[in-house]
């Protein structure tokens, strides 16, 4: 989609454009942007299914995590993307 993009707006690859910058004037939103609103989506999708289908927030009681970093969690990533946003949340 970028080189497409690139090539309607007439920008070479050696013009040392960012993607950011080339998103800007065309008001085509980022992957990211949209990974964060589908994320978002579907964890009010969650919030709104009844607590004996779904076992959202709950961890494991034994066993241990993989070394290296640590992989974010379904929560956390929801927070995170709720605080890029700029949405408050109760707690």
């Not at 309607?8 to 964060?36: A, F, Y």
């Amino acid at each position: 989609m970028m080189r497409h993009l690139r090539s309607i707006i007439r920008i070479i690859w050696m013009d040392k454009v960012s993607n950011k910058d080339l998103l800007k004037p065309t008001g085509v939103p980022s992957m990211e942007d949209l990974l964060i609103r589908k994320n978002l989506w579907w964890s009010g999708h969650l919030m709104r299914v009844s607590p004996d289908r779904l076992l959202l927030y709950s961890q494991l009681s034994s066993g241990h995590r993989k070394r290296g970093r640590l992989r974010l969690r379904f929560k956390e990533t929801i927070k995170r993307n709720l605080k890029l946003r700029d949405i408050k949340t109760d707690s």
